[in-house]
């Protein structure tokens, strides 16, 4: 049986924030978060990639990162959106990171240096090399304390739970 950080919180036998559970798919807030609002999707059983997981357990595990996604804008008010990263080997159990991005934050930093780089826009050498310093006087992340954490996932769970009984439309 794995025994990975995912698989002890799905057991119940390590500690999280949970916003959102069912017997198939938990939603809890990350813990180390690069910004305000941070959660994870993660299915309860093991995968380490997304393609193992069986048809019916994608189409549902989807399903609730995209309610999860639409709290977490209505909820910590992104201006930048959310950003979706897919892992599954550092923690080597497939999940998702969702992130709210925000002006001036790690990941609006890196987005617009992602962008200088592939020529959105057009940038010049020196203002690609601007961003890349940029990018690492943004590097810092909230700190974020366990109660914060538990009043996040509260929340969240709220929206969630206002979304996932709606009507789809």
């Known amino acids: 049986m794995p025994d990975d950080a995912f698989c002890r919180i799905s057991r119940g036998e390590e500690r999280a924030h949970f916003a959102y559970r069912d017997d198939r798919v938990i939603v809890i807030m990350d813990r180390y ?40 804008e209505d909820s910590f008010s992104p201006d930048e959106g959310i950003v979706m990263l897919a892992r599954g080997l550092r923690v080597p159990h497939y999940h998702l990171i969702l992130i709210p991005a925000r002006g001036g934050e790690f990941l609006s930093a890196l987005f617009s240096l992602m962008g200088a780089v592939q020529g959105f826009p057009i940038s010049s050498r020196e203002d690609i090399l601007d961003r890349y310093r940029r990018l690492g006087s943004s590097l810092e992340a909230p700190a974020v304390s366990e109660d914060e954490l538990e009043e996040d996932a509260r929340i969240l769970g709220a929206a969630m739970s206002a979304r996932m009984s709606a009507p789809p439309g």
């Open 33 to 72: 978060p690069l910004s305000r609002g941070q959660a994870l999707v993660i299915p309860r059983e093991h995968f380490t990639f997304f393609y193992e997981m069986p048809e019916g357990l994608i189409h549902h595990f989807y399903s609730v990162a995209s309610a999860a996604g639409r709290a977490i």
